[in-house]
């Protein structure tokens, strides 16, 4: 049996998470390019930059003008990332975006100790304060997030227990707060998420929380991320991150293993095709990627954009027959 | 819930698929060093030559030399693919392969006529034929494959209905020829397959034949290899063809769309960390895999040969802990 959504809603992270990781330099005009791109496949949500200081992502440093330059169309959120206060005071100032905040919590401590150097503890006092500050400028908290929530480089495996658990404290959190989480995403951090532990770990949340929106962050690093797209559907999930033409990361750059996320149009791809829908012109989507390939300057991860979908297969064949 | 096997059987097909395809000149030398490497893997079936005219597929002008080359490893069998009565000559008379007969149909008629150059009709006939050659060989006939079984180029989408009925064909053609098959074949020749076609078509011919063994041939064209094959286990398929580092094809190279076989070395990381015993030494097949790039020259399109497997991850984090 399978409990298959009949539509999926997809957030395209492509710009922020490749602008942010290619080497570039890529012209802010490129990166508005494709964002103008993005904006006409049907996509209803572009993450489109990150405001984080620039001395520590180069790639990011023109985030204002980006969003300045990016035409707005009806339909579609455009959404940002920051990591803390002045990141997000940064992201209001646009004037342009649209602004939901979110809190995250790490199923790794030793991955929190690294990337972010705090305590699981300091961690939950971090997730306060900023809910603190959501409430103080009138921003409505939308989502929670599970980082590291399938296994992590330094922790190892991850017991679906402790997701669980952790699901409780996002919960707990933002009930202190007076919040009511609309969707809690589990991040596949690491890639190390698999068909079978995706059943494992969607399987015990949902055994403790029938009714909460469960959202996917697949990273493609070992080739799972369509697999494990599947074995989510297959369990009902409805609400994916992908990145167009799989911007983030690519196996053949010198980024060594550091694929990005789920490639979007692969995505669109494997759920029209089982008569989910997801909203998306395909044919717009691989013209979308096809240009991402072309600022970025080498091969993007992608499958669908060389293999082409099946759609004027099809129609030959209907004129044939 | 899941039929998912305990267990599955990979036949490697790379060092096939890899030297008809690559643009080469490839190295007598090195085609057998890659043999040999796969030996070592825990592989129990290499499929390591095609006997074809050398003016249709120069890169296989070696086989001969390639089958006296290798050093066969005890527990592993060492076949080669034919299209004729020639070609199968040429494999007996290495005395050093082992010989398997199978037949073969296909959905497609466009497809048979461009590729083959015969109707359907005219290939059931040429099927009698090469059971008789088998039979005055010698000759046990183990497989019956079935070509562009979850769509085509040319004749669009294939009515899972015609899969059954046609694989009634491949068992009255057997039948005929007092021949037992051990397994079918389902072979995704131009990359139709996506998760629910799987679904719709190993369900219907499961309905029809419970007991029939099926194996499954993948290609990645469109990035599905890996959601395909693990709806395919998870409806019980425990056969798989694959190609170590996903040879036989390149999206990144000028074969543009042309992907190989579904990768060796994903599958067993996909299956393994299912609990589904392959029998292969991942670790060992990443090696194998790096060596078919360092003889290809470029990049194949496998990922955990980049991304590596979790089990460094975990024995470093157990150490930790």
């Known amino acids: 049996m399978s409990d298959r959504p009949q539509k999926v809603f997809i957030v395209e992270e492509g710009p922020r998470e490749g602008f942010q990781f290619e080497r570039g330099p890529i012209l802010t005009e490129d990166k508005i390019r494709l964002i103008d791109a993005l904006s006409t496949t049907g996509l209803r949500q572009i993450q489109t930059v990150s405001f984080v200081p620039a001395k520590n992502v180069p790639g990011m440093a023109d985030a204002e003008q980006v969003v300045a330059g990016f035409e707005r169309v009806p339909g579609v ?94 919960l707990r959190l933002s009930q202190e707060a007076n919040v009511t989480l609309d969707y809690i995403t589990l991040a596949d951090t690491m890639a190390w998420a698999t068909p079978s532990s995706i059943r494992r770990v969607v399987g015990a949340v949902r055994s403790r929380y029938p009714d909460l929106q469960l959202c996917l962050h697949l990273h493609d690093t070992r080739g799972m991320a369509l697999a494990n797209a599947w074995a989510g559907l297959e369990l009902g999930i409805d609400r994916f991150d992908a990145a167009v033409a799989g911007l983030g990361g690519c196996p053949f750059a010198e980024h060594k293993g550091a694929a990005g996320n789920i490639c979007t149009e692969d995505l669109v791809f494997l759920c029209e095709e089982a008569g989910i829908e997801t909203g998306v012109d395909l044919e717009k989507l691989v013209e979308a990627a096809l240009l991402a390939e072309e600022i970025v300057g080498h091969p993007l991860p992608g499958s669908i954009k060389t293999g082409g979908s099946l759609n004027p297969y099809r129609a030959r064949s209907g004129m044939n027959s």
Not at 104 to 132: A, W
Not at 156 to 169: A, H, L, Y
Request: aromatic share 8%.
């Open 77 to 170: 959120e455009y959404t940002a990332l920051w990591l803390n206060e002045t990141g997000l005071r940064r992201a209001v100032s646009t004037g342009k975006l649209d602004i939901h905040g979110h809190i995250s919590l790490c199923l790794s401590g030793e991955f929190l100790r690294r990337n972010q150097n705090r305590t699981i503890t300091e961690n939950y006092e971090k997730q306060r304060e900023i809910l603190r500050t959501y409430r103080d400028m009138g921003i409505r908290v939308r989502m929670g997030a599970l980082m590291a929530a399938f296994g992590c480089n330094f922790a190892g495996d991850i017991d679906p227990k402790n997701v669980v658990e952790m699901i409780g404290d996002l």
